[in-house]
């Protein structure tokens, strides 16, 4: 028996809290025997004795009691993390120690893991930017968006009342951005700006990094104010960085500003598809009773600050309820609708998303099947080095822990290398991105993204080391070494989990190839779907008519800058309107009530501003009618511009699903639909045409976008033009652009779009995601190919004994051979089931992404079939040709 206080002396292990305990209390009291002894010896009595050495403890038995054996535990605790952390640091040295010795397999799994993990990485960091936290700033996951139609005599009102009695809601801004500045002299400098509200930078939570940001007072309306801020990059390029910026002035739309401040780098406006603005302006929320074209809600963007712990959700039901409780308003019947950042991806967008990170995740999961398999069979290889281990008195967890130990390291190895590996991809993904994912270029591997890499590298340690682990703490001593003096093979179990494995393998790679097939059939579907007009040889562009030198000469600017454009050479069509597949998506439209009564009302349409020679430039077919007359384009009786024509236009699918038994020609519409704005009801433009449809791929499907065709207003702000070449529309653009630069040296051009361009675009999402999905599916198949020749290789070298033994009865080498090959087509035949019926469930997740082909597309099912199968056979007969050169008499002396 250990005497008390020896096992705390020299740190023995104490592997109970009850022990710990005991060992305490018997501590305490020899100390207090011996101690009594000792004042019995000096001469004095057992009950004197007893009384001092208790008196000398310092406090009663009961607290010292408690006080050691609180040390105790608090030793006992230490000492087991010491412990702990000293077996883990041996088992990760002996970890090091074995993938030095198999080098070649080293490699092929940390390699392995490395392309795993990197993409698993670079697709979340994707998912992180789009659907988890898509605005990178200090209160993004708060900022939303207030969407609804505002009348300009209310927006005020409306806005103060938000203000004032909301819950949800803790602050309001409103941003807009234009492209364009004007110096002194009238030239263009084409750098972006920006109108917003004082509210907008607290409400981001970002300050300028020199000066101050702008306070109520400085809201002023369109064209009125007086100061300014600058973004670091413009205070770098025009200043030098100097620190005496403030007070200084910058120029913008002809007016002078003053310098008070400059903003973070990179700043800009959530969402916005425009460079980050280098000259911010302060201006009212409200539009200015002008009608200035700088006022910020009505066609700008509103941002809203969502308290701590409120929802999206909950404050479209407040912001709802406000607008109903206004007294005699107009939009009491409106329907408001906050919107987070990740609200605005459209259904394809948001699905394309989900189903490159489900695409990944499997692949990791094929990963780990692989790995699994791996350190199985290297686990087999070592079962006598366990089993001598195990008669040393290693106990099995401690077997099993060491495995645990040495997948965890090659994964994290992986986890280390897949980081680069991300950041290749994510340059990769940046580049192949759609348009509709532009503000995908600054995506980066944050911190966020690191702590993601860092848990799946642990999980898929975890994941592909358990069987190992499992399978080397299971095997007792006596079986290992029974079944090396009888010479057997593997063990049944160990057999099936390695070919459930590689089944699994096989049917998600066969799952992957499925989805990237069709894929590839929907992309060359696009290619030649029906557009409804000709792409080849148009070009777009939009001219900015909102400063002060153009607000009351707009027509005579348009009429100029057609005219100019049709002297061109090459040029034969100039229209105003955008490019066809594109429209002002607003308001809803109303049918005049039919002879029993009925009246259609269509919420949201696409609205098209045209000039007359629009459909002849585009190539769009009049179907039936005619085209709209200019004349008709007059003022109301009230003296006020109209906003749409008298006469319009709509597409087929307007006609099929408002009259579908009768001609639209002659029927009357109202856009928008009756509301009493202001004292003013819109008037009823009759319908004089029908065209054909326009459909584009990136809104591919059987159903083409309802469409109504309105002559352009006098007003209208921006002016969008499509010119028509009898060249290549790529090569026509820049020359179109300079020239409409030069009526007028304060006009601003957006960048131009070709109609090549603008088809490529269009395909550009189905491109994107059948590129990588396709990239992983292959990816997917190489390592299930490498699996099962893994699987096959290993077989052959455990059945040695066996095969020698055939061969030596008579058995042709071939013949052998082919019983290899046919168990490795045997596991690939399961899978290639399996994995059909799996990808028959999963494709469907893709049909909103497919054109012109089924989720369950008996073509693409089979081709993809033939080729896994085709790649099972090569990754078989490779290891089987080991067959043939195996001796029997070798084979049989060596037993």
Same mark, same amino acid.
Request: charged content about 20%.
């Given at each position: ?384 080095? *366990?089993?001598?281990?195990? /008669? &040393?008195? =290693? %106990?099995?967890?401690?077997? #099993?822990?060491?495995?645990?130990? $040495?997948? +965890? ?54 994941? *592909?080391?358990?069987?190992? /682990? &499992?399978? =080397? %703490?299971?095997?007792?001593? #006596?079986?290992?070494?029974?079944? $090396?003096? +009888? ?133 769009i077919a009049l179907v039936e009618g005619r085209l709209p007359d200019p004349a008709t384009m007059t003022a109301d009786g009230k003296g006020r511009a109209l906003a749409y024509s008298p006469e319009v236009l709509v597409n087929r699918e307007v006609a099929r699903r408002l009259w579908p038994n009768r001609s639209a020609i002659g029927e009357r519409v109202r856009i928008p639909p009756d509301l009493d704005r202001g004292g003013r009801v819109d008037p009823w433009s009759t319908v004089v045409g029908v065209v054909d449809d326009t459909r584009m791929p990136e809104v591919h499907g059987d159903v083409a976008a309802m469409q109504v065709y309105s002559l352009v207003p006098p007003k209208l702000g921006d002016m969008p033009i499509v010119v028509r070449t009898n060249g290549s529309g790529d090569i026509a653009a820049p020359m ?160």
């Open positions: 028996m250990i005497r008390p206080g020896v096992r705390r002396l020299f740190g023995l292990p104490l592997r109970t809290g009850e022990q710990v305990r005991s060992d305490a209390d018997a501590e305490l009291d020899a100390f207090l025997e011996e101690r009594i002894e000792h004042l019995v010896q000096r001469g004095m009595t057992p009950e004197a004795a007893r009384a001092e050495a208790m008196r000398r403890l310092g406090a009663s038995m009961d607290d010292t009691r408690t006080a050691l054996r609180a040390s105790a535990r608090r030793r006992e605790g230490r000492k087991r993390i010491r412990d702990v952390m000293q077996e883990f640091a041996a088992d990760v040295r002996f970890a090091w120690r074995q993938s030095a010795k198999t080098p070649g397999f080293t490699a092929v799994a940390v390699l392995t893991l490395a392309l795993s993990i990197g993409a698993n990485t670079a697709i979340f960091s994707v998912v992180h930017r789009l659907l988890l936290a898509p605005l990178p700033y200090p209160n993004g996951n708060r900022i939303v968006m207030p969407k609804m139609p505002f009348a300009d005599a209310e927006r005020a009102e409306l806005l103060a009342a938000w203000q004032a009695r909301t819950q949800t809601v803790m602050n309001i801004a409103g941003a807009s951005e234009d492209m364009f500045s004007l110096r002194a002299d009238g030239t263009v400098d084409t750098i972006p700006s920006a109108t917003i509200s004082a509210s907008f930078l607290p409400l981001l939570g970002v300050r300028p990094i020199v000066g101050r940001e702008f306070v109520r007072a400085e809201e002023l309306p369109d064209g009125q104010a007086t100061v300014a801020m600058i973004s670091q990059s413009l205070w770098q390029r025009a200043y030098n960085g100097r620190a005496d910026i403030l007070g200084k002035t910058v120029s913008l739309d002809g007016r002078p500003l003053t310098i008070v401040g400059v903003t973070p780098a990179g700043l800009s406006i959530p969402l916005a598809r425009t460079p980050p603005p280098d000259i911010w302006v302060p201006a009212r929320m409200e539009r200015a009773s002008a009608g200035g074209s700088g006022s910020l809600i009505g066609g700008p963007t509103m941002f809203a600050l969502l308290r701590p712990g409120a929802s999206a959700e909950a404050a479209s039901v407040e912001l709802q309820s406000v607008v109903a409780s206004l007294p005699d308003s107009a939009e009491r019947s409106a329907v408001v609708r906050v919107m987070r950042a990740q609200d605005f991806l459209t259904a394809r967008e948001r699905r394309a998303v989900q189903v490159l990170f489900a695409a990944v995740g499997a692949l990791l999961l094929i990963a780990c099947a692989n790995l699994a398999n791996l350190l199985l069979a290297r686990g087999w290889a070592r079962q006598r080095e *366990f089993a001598i281990r195990g /008669a &040393l008195g =290693a %106990g099995r967890a401690r077997i #099993g822990r060491q495995v645990l130990t $040495e997948s +965890l390291s090659l994964a994290l190895t992986g986890g280390v290398l897949g980081v680069g590996v991300a950041w290749l991809a994510l340059r990769l993904i940046i580049a192949m991105r759609p348009p509709a994912l532009d503000h995908l270029s600054d995506v980066q591997l944050e911190p966020t993204i690191l702590l993601w890499t860092l848990g799946i590298s642990i999980t898929t340690g975890i994941l *592909f080391g358990c069987a190992p /682990a &499992l399978l =080397a %703490g299971a095997q007792s001593t #006596g079986d290992v070494l029974r079944r $090396e003096t +009888l010479g057997g093979s593997t063990g049944i179990t160990a057999r099936r989990v390695r070919s459930t494995l590689i089944v699994m393998e096989i049917a998600a790679s066969l799952v992957l190839l499925t989805g990237s097939g069709l894929l590839v059939r929907s992309f060359a579907a696009l290619q030649r779907m029906p557009l409804g007009f000709e792409p080849r040889g148009l070009v777009h562009a939009t001219v900015l008519l909102g400063g002060q030198k153009f607000r009351d000469r707009k027509v005579e600017f348009r009429d100029a800058i057609i005219e100019r454009l049709r002297t061109l050479p090459g040029v034969t069509g100039v229209a105003v309107g955008v490019m066809p597949g594109k429209a002002y998506i607003g308001g809803g439209l109303e049918t005049e009530a039919d002879s029993t009564g009925q009246r259609a009302n269509v919420p949201l349409i696409g609205t098209v501003f045209i000039s007359p020679d629009y459909f002849r430039v585009t190539r179109i652009k300079r020239t409409i630069a030069s009526v007028h040296p304060a006009l601003y051009v957006r960048p131009t779009l070709s109609g090549d361009t603008y088809l490529r675009d269009g395909l550009a999402p189905t491109r994107f995601a059948m590129a990588l999905i396709t990239s992983f599916g292959v990816l997917a198949l190489v390592l299930s190919a490498v699996g099962l020749y893994g699987v096959i290789a290993y077989s052959v070298t455990q059945r040695r004994r066996e095969i020698g033994v055939r061969v030596a009865l008579g058995a042709e080498p071939s013949a052998v051979v082919g019983i290899v090959v046919g168990d490795g087509l045997r596991l690939a035949g399961v899978g290639v089931v399996i994995g059909a019926a799996l990808a028959a469930a999963a494709t469907r997740v893709l049909e909103a992404m497919l054109y012109g082909v089924s989720p369950t597309d008996p073509v693409t099912f089979a081709a993809v079939a033939v080729v896994v199968a085709a790649v099972a056979l090569v990754a078989s007969y490779v290891p089987a040709r080991r067959v043939l050169r195996i001796d029997p008499a070798e084979t049989l002396r060596a037993d």
